[in-house]
Structure formats: structure tokens, C-alpha cells
């Protein structure tokens, strides 16, 4: 069984920055950790994610450049860096685990955290 927990969410004025981390337990070799947000009225989104193994990294568009995804191996932890804050930023944001065919993609992950609040400020 694998469990995601995220921490790291507050509150943050426009252009400021922000780390999430994901603690990851259980087997999570040769998944894929993801990083999703939810906005106010919006869909989940895909945002970055990490594969265990290849250490492959992937991004949205709309944070390319400005948000950072990094794992620490001996801490089984995923870290999402993100600067540059916008108000639009303003989301939950979720980490997944699994194993993905296509990584931005919500299907293929199986084990996810209960989010934590990201709250950009204009």
C-alpha cells in the first residue's frame, strides 16, 4: 500500500514563493509522482510530475519556468518549488502516485494525498 501526504500550502503575495512537499510510503519504485491542482470553479489539473526511476521531468505550460519538481530519494519525498506566484496559482494541490502511461493525465495514478491550499494574494 502507499500512502502520499503533502504539506507545505499557505498563504503567499503575488510574486512570492512557495515548496510543497510529498512524503511518499510504501513501494514506489518505478511510479510516476504527479502534482495536480483544483482551482476555485475549476477542473484538476496536471501540473508537473517526476518518474522514480528515469528522474524524466514534465510540466504544464502554464508553470514552465516558474515551478521546480525535484525528489529526494533517500527521503522518498517529491518536492514541488514554485516561484513567481501568480493568483491564478491559487489551487489545492494534490500529489499523486502511480504509474501513468501519459503522466499529465489523472488516469494511472492510484494513491493520492488530501491536497493542501495554495492561497496567492494580488
Known amino acids: 500500500q502507499v500512502r502520499v501526504v503533502e504539506s507545505g500550502g499557505g498563504l503567499v503575495q503575488a510574486g512570492g514563493s512557495l515548496r510543497l512537499s510529498c512524503a511518499a510510503s510504501?513501494?514506489?519504485?518505478?511510479?510516476?509522482m504527479g502534482w495536480f491542482r483544483r482551482g476555485p470553479g475549476k477542473e484538476r489539473e496536471f501540473v508537473a510530475a517526476?518518474?522514480?526511476?528515469?528522474?524524466?521531468?514534465y510540466y504544464a505550460d502554464s508553470v514552465k519556468s516558474r515551478f521546480t519538481i525535484s525528489r529526494d530519494n533517500a527521503k522518498n519525498t517529491v518536492y514541488l518549488q514554485m516561484f513567481s506566484l501568480k493568483p491564478e496559482d491559487t489551487a489545492i494541490y494534490y500529489c499523486?502516485?502511480?504509474?501513468?502511461?501519459?503522466?499529465?493525465?489523472?488516469?494511472?495514478?492510484?494513491?493520492w494525498g488530501q491536497g493542501t491550499q495554495v492561497t496567492v494574494s494580488s
Open positions: 499523486a502516485a502511480g504509474a501513468p502511461s501519459i503522466v499529465s493525465t489523472i488516469r494511472g495514478y492510484d494513491y
Open positions: 510504501g513501494r514506489t519504485v518505478n511510479f510516476a
Open positions: 517526476i518518474r522514480w526511476t528515469s528522474g524524466g521531468l
